[in-house]
C-alpha cells in the first residue's frame, strides 16, 4: 500500500486525512515538517509514497491526478508530491538538502528534485484546486473555490479525450462517460472493458461469417457496442487513473484484431453467399496497416526534431482555429470512430463486397490527404532530426539479418536522399514484377533478391532525411503487396486467406514494435527481427516459395510461415507486456 505522510497535523474540519485514505493511501502525520524525513525512512524503498501539505486546500481529483497516476516516476500539485520507487532515492536526497520551507515542503522538494535531473510531471489542473493557505482568509477563499467547483464534473469531462473524431466526440463520448463511471463504481478495470470489447467484435465478425441478411444487422450492431466498449476503456482508464503495462498492450492491440476479424467475417460471410472477397479484405488490411505506418514514422520522426517549423504546419495551425475545418479534416481521414459506424452500416444494409469497396475508397483518399500534407510539411520544414528518431525509423523499417549483412559492406555515416531513392527502386522494380510475371516465374526470385539489396542501400545511411519516414510505409506496401499479388495470381482455394493470416500475424509485430517505440521501451530484441527475417527475408522466402513449390502447396507454405511467426511474435510480446519492464501508458493519440 503506498504511504501518503502529512506534514503536520490536517487543519480541524479539513478533509485531507479521509481523501488520502479514498484514494489508497496510508496516512502517516509528521508532528511538523522537519520530522518528516523520519517518517519518510521508515517507509520501505519498494513503495510509492507522498508529502503532502498538512494545510492542503483542494479538490480530491487533483491529488489523485498528482498521487495516483502509475505512468510517471515523480508528480507534484501544490502542496503535494509523490515518487515511485525509481524516483526515492532523489526524495531522500532533496530532503537531506531542503532548509526550512518558507511556504510549502512538497513544493521545495519538488522544486529540488527537478534541479536534481529527476522529471517531475504536473498535471494540469483546469479549474480544479490545489493550494496551501497560510491564513485563515486565505483558506476560506481556497474552500470556496473548492465548494464552486464540481469535482465529478471536472473528473467526468478529463475522461474524454481532448482530441477526438466526429462521431466518437458526439454520438459516443457523451454517454460512454457515464458507462466508465458506472464500471468504476462497481470495481471494474479498463482491462476487463477492454476484453469485453474485443469479445463483442469477434462475435460480430462471426455474425458476419454467417452470411445471412439477419447476421449482417446483428454484425453492424454489435460493432458498434463494441466501438462503445473500446471508448468506454480509455475513458475509465482516466477516470479512475487506471493505467496499467498489461492495459497499454491490450488497448494498442486490440482494436486492430477486432476491426481485421471483422474483415475475414465479411469474407467468410460472402464466401457462403457466393462473393469471394478475400483480396478486398487483405486490401483493405494492407491500406489501413500502412497508412498506421505513415502515422507512427511521421511522428517519430519529428517529435523531438529541432528548429521544426514549415509553412504548412502554420496553415494547418490557423485552419485549426475555424471550428468547422477541424471536424471536417478530422473526418475526412475516415478515423477508428467514422470508419467502424461507416463499416456497421454498410454491413447491415448492403453487402461485403460494398462494405469493402467504401472502406478501401475512404481510407485511400485518408491515406493520400495525411500523406501528402506530410510530406509538404518535410519539404518546408527547416528541421534537424535526432538520432533518437533516425534509431526509431531503422527499427520500424524491419531490417531483417540478410539486408543489415549488404549494409554493413557499404554504410555511410552521411545522411541524404539517396535512403528513400533506394526505397523507391526496390519497392518499383518489385511492384513492375508483380503486374506483368505470373505465379511461379523465376523473374519473381529475382527480383526479390533485388529488393533485399536495394532496401538495404536504402538503410545503410543513418535515416535523417526529410522523408526517410516513408521507408517503414513503403517496407510495408512492398512486403504486404507481394504476399497478397501472390496469392491471388495463384488462383488456388485457400491461398487468400492464407494470405491474410500471414499478413495479420506481421502487422501484429509491427504494431508491437510501434508501441514499444512509443512508450520509450525500445524495439523488440534484434533476436526476433532476426528469427522472423526481418521484411525483406520474408518477402524473399514468399517470391522463391512461389518460384519452386506447385500451386497447390502455396497456402500450405503461407499457413505454416503465418503460423511460425504468430507464435514467435505473440510469446515475445505478451512476456514483454506483462514483464515490470514495460511502460504503463494509454494510448492518448491521435484517432486511428
Not at 278 to 292: E, I, K, Q
Request: glycine share 8%; net charge neutral.
Amino acid at each position: 500500500m503506498p504511504t501518503a505522510i502529512l506534514t503536520g497535523p490536517p487543519v480541524p474540519g479539513s478533509p485531507l486525512e479521509g481523501d488520502l485514505r479514498s484514494l489508497g493511501f496510508e496516512v502517516r502525520i509528521a508532528a511538523g515538517p522537519r520530522d518528516t524525513g523520519a517518517l519518510l525512512a521508515s517507509v520501505p524503498a519498494s513503495e510509492r509514497v507522498a508529502v503532502v501539505d498538512s494545510r492542503f486546500t483542494g479538490h480530491r481529483h487533483a491529488l489523485r491526478l498528482a498521487l495516483t497516476d502509475p505512468r510517471f516516476g515523480a508528480a507534484a500539485v501544490p502542496g503535494a508530491l509523490t515518487v515511485q520507487p525509481a524516483a526515492r532515492p532523489g526524495l531522500d536526497r532533496a530532503l537531506a538538502r531542503a532548509t526550512a520551507p518558507a511556504h510549502s515542503l512538497p513544493d521545495e522538494l519538488a522544486a529540488v528534485i527537478e534541479a536534481d535531473g529527476t522529471v517531475v510531471q504536473r498535471p494540469e489542473l483546469g479549474t480544479l484546486v490545489a493550494a496551501v493557505p497560510e491564513t485563515r482568509a486565505q483558506r476560506e477563499v481556497a474552500t470556496a473555490a473548492v465548494a464552486a467547483v464540481d469535482d465529478e464534473a471536472v473528473r467526468l469531462r478529463s475522461a474524454v479525450k481532448s482530441r477526438d473524431g466526429f462521431f466518437t466526440t458526439f454520438f459516443i463520448s457523451p454517454y460512454s462517460r457515464y458507462i466508465a463511471r458506472w464500471c468504476a463504481r462497481r470495481g471494474l478495470t479498463p482491462n476487463q472493458v477492454t476484453t469485453a470489447s474485443l469479445i463483442t467484435a469477434l462475435i460480430a465478425a462471426a455474425c458476419a461469417a454467417t452470411g445471412e441478411r439477419t447476421g449482417y444487422v446483428a454484425a453492424g450492431v454489435l460493432l458498434i457496442v463494441s466501438f462503445v466498449l473500446d471508448c468506454t476503456d480509455g475513458q475509465l482508464a482516466r477516470y479512475s487513473l487506471q493505467y496499467s503495462t498489461l492495459g497499454a498492450w491490450l488497448d494498442a492491440t486490440f482494436d486492430r484484431a477486432k476491426e481485421y476479424s471483422f474483415y475475414a467475417g465479411l469474407a467468410l460471410g460472402a464466401a457462403r453467399g457466393g462473393d469471394d472477397v478475400w483480396a478486398l479484405a487483405l486490401g483493405a488490411m494492407v491500406l489501413m496497416t500502412c497508412r498506421h505506418v505513415v502515422d507512427f514514422a511521421f511522428n517519430e520522426a519529428n517529435h523531438d526534431a529541432t528548429a521544426n517549423t514549415s509553412p504548412t504546419a502554420a496553415l494547418s495551425d490557423r485552419l485549426d482555429s475555424v471550428g468547422w475545418t477541424v471536424w471536417a479534416r478530422r473526418m475526412v481521414i475516415l478515423p477508428i470512430g467514422e470508419r467502424w459506424a461507416m463499416i456497421a452500416v454498410l454491413t447491415a444494409l448492403t453487402t461485403p463486397r460494398i462494405t469493402f469497396y467504401a472502406l478501401l475508397v475512404g481510407c485511400a483518399f485518408g491515406a493520400l490527404y495525411t500523406t501528402a500534407g506530410r510530406v509538404l510539411r518535410s519539404l518546408t520544414r527547416k528541421a534537424e532530426r535526432t538520432d533518437r528518431a533516425a534509431r526509431a525509423l531503422y527499427d520500424l523499417t524491419d531490417t531483417g539479418p540478410l539486408a543489415e549483412a549488404v549494409a554493413y559492406v557499404g554504410r555511410s555515416r552521411r545522411a541524404g536522399a539517396a535512403s528513400l531513392v533506394f526505397a523507391l527502386l526496390a519497392v518499383a522494380q518489385l511492384g513492375a514484377t508483380a503486374l506483368f510475371v505470373p505465379f511461379g516465374g523465376a523473374e519473381w526470385a529475382a527480383a526479390a533478391g533485388l529488393y533485399v539489396l536495394l532496401s538495404a542501400v536504402a538503410v545503410a545511411r543513418p535515416l535523417k532525411g526529410p522523408l526517410d519516414w516513408l521507408l517503414p510505409p513503403l517496407f510495408r506496401a512492398a512486403e504486404y503487396g507481394t504476399v497478397l499479388v501472390l496469392a491471388a495470381k495463384s488462383e488456388v482455394n485457400g491461398a487468400l486467406p492464407a494470405a491474410f493470416g500471414l499478413v495479420a500475424a506481421v502487422a501484429y509485430h509491427h504494431y508491437d514494435t510501434v508501441y514499444r517505440i512509443r512508450g520509450d521501451a525500445g524495439a523488440p530484441p534484434h533476436w526476433l527481427v532476426r528469427t522472423i527475417g526481418g521484411h525483406e527475408g520474408r518477402v524473399l522466402v514468399t517470391a522463391v516459395l512461389a518460384t519452386v513449390l506447385a500451386r497447390s502447396d502455396f497456402p500450405v507454405a503461407l499457413t505454416a510461415m503465418a503460423g511460425f511467426v504468430a507464435l514467435v511474435v505473440l510469446v515475445e510480446s505478451i512476456r514483454f507486456w506483462v514483464s515490470s519492464g514495460a511502460p504503463a501508458v494509454h494510448d492518448e493519440g491521435e484517432p486511428a
